[in-house]
């Protein structure tokens, strides 16, 4: 199942690549954009959603490790799938260790491309998804005062209002009282569902 609104791109120095790979790629239902250079592909504004790029390793200029490095520095978020007809193992660990889907030797199989895509873009999905799931819980987060935010992270550390009083150096009442607002104003009903919300958050706990 091909992501809605997704884009694949394609980096490619020979023309002839381009137009094959084009070829399969729009035959199996994938839209996509052709380059012939990853300077050319960069000047393009970033694509909003799910999205992986096809780059060949060796090209004039800027090569395909070079574009990875590039991604990763500008906190891009395209899912690479590497071709080569020049690569090494070396060269495949370090693409892989950097998060690369794949490391393809030309020639390659067409059904070998399609399902690195097919992996790359439901990859892609799902971390945009978790973007803004993370983006989503911030939100709520942000609605909580300073004194809330800093029992909140007491709390899901599974102290109790006794415990955590005694950490702020307040009442315990005073501690029930922030906690309530805390879960009101979040919208939960439990430690384990504010646990969740941390957690995709990505906010950092004090345990």
Not at 165 to 185: N, Y
Request: positive net charge; proline residues 3%; glycine residues 6%.
């Amino acid at each position: 199942m091909i992501p809605a609104n997704s884009l694949v791109f394609l980096i490619d120095d020979d023309a002839s690549v381009r137009r094959g790979v084009s070829r399969l790629l729009r035959s199996a239902g994938y839209k996509s954009e052709a380059f012939a250079s990853a300077s050319v592909f960069l000047a393009r504004e970033e694509y909003p959603g799910p999205a992986c790029v096809i780059v060949d390793v060796r090209m004039p200029e800027l090569n395909g490790m070079d574009l990875q490095n590039v991604l990763i520095q500008r906190r891009r978020e395209e899912q690479l799938i590497f071709i080569t007809g020049h690569g090494d193992i070396l060269m495949c660990a370090q693409a892989m260790k950097a998060g690369a889907v794949d490391f393809l030797p030309k020639p390659f199989r067409d059904t070998e491309l399609l399902q690195c895509v097919e992996r790359a873009l439901a990859r892609s999905a799902d971390q945009r998804w978790r973007a803004i799931e993370k983006a989503a819980a911030r939100r709520f987060l942000d609605l909580l005062t300073p004194r809330e935010f800093e029992v909140m992270q007491l709390v899901v550390t599974g102290m109790l209002n006794k415990q955590i009083a005694s950490e702020l150096g307040t009442a315990e009442k005073t501690i029930k009282v922030h906690r309530g607002r805390v879960m009101k104003k979040l919208g939960i009903i439990s430690v384990a569902d504010l646990v969740r919300l941390v957690e995709t958050a990505q906010i950092a706990s004090l345990q």
